[in-house]
């Protein structure tokens, strides 16, 4: 198999932020980081089992989980972060600096410090950041994505398609790496 993946993820989901940190060991192939909103497709996508998350943070060796004190979190701008993140080829970066902003240091990813703060952390410039995120090409292309999202069938995050095949949910790694090693390259 020669197309590459796609993992769909928001920002403020904790179950993201548990593929997030393993997608690109575990996939044999490294996949496109794609934003989307979660509140668009993924209907109840701020029902979390916290305790779930923060066991399988610790068995991945990540940092206990500190949830932020809102909850469930404002996320556009993040998510216009993440997606300007990508059009200047920084989604990976900028989106585990945010995810670990949220959920290792517990901060507000609807507080604009915390975004420019993720941007630091991949040397996006604040100014441009601010820009980048009130661009109507940025908040076409979030929408875009989010659409290429419900056209892939997703209905939970994160997802990870391959081919036609969408994988779903928390085990949506292991499915996808499953079938990118067992189909023929």
């Not at 040397?123 to 980048?132: D, N, R, V």
């Not at 009130?134 to 994160?158: G, H, I, M, N, Y």
Request: proline share 8%.
């Amino acid at each position: 198999m020669d197309r590459q993946p796609i993992f769909f993820y928001d920002l403020g989901s904790p179950q993201c932020y548990i593929v997030a940190e393993t997608v690109m060991a575990a996939l044999p192939i490294v996949p496109e980081w794609e934003p989307v909103l979660a509140a668009e497709i993924a209907p109840g996508h701020t029902d979390v089992d916290r305790a779930e998350i923060e066991s399988r943070a610790a068995s991945l060796g990540l940092q206990p989980v500190r949830w932020p004190p809102r909850w469930p979190p404002e996320t556009e701008a993040a998510m216009l972060a993440a997606t300007y993140a990508k059009l200047i080829g920084r989604a990976v970066a900028f989106s585990l600096a945010a995810y670990r902003q949220a959920f290792a240091g517990g901060r507000d990813l609807g507080a604009r410090d915390t975004i420019l703060i993720a941007g630091a952390a991949c040397e996006m410039h604040p100014t441009a950041l601010g820009k980048g995120i009130e661009l109507r090409s940025t908040r076409q292309a979030l929408q875009t994505a989010t659409r290429r999202a419900r056209d892939a069938k997703v209905t939970t995050l994160p997802a990870i398609q391959v081919g036609d095949k969408t994988y779903q949910g928390l085990d949506a790694l292991a499915d996808a790496a499953t079938a990118l090693n067992g189909a023929p390259r």
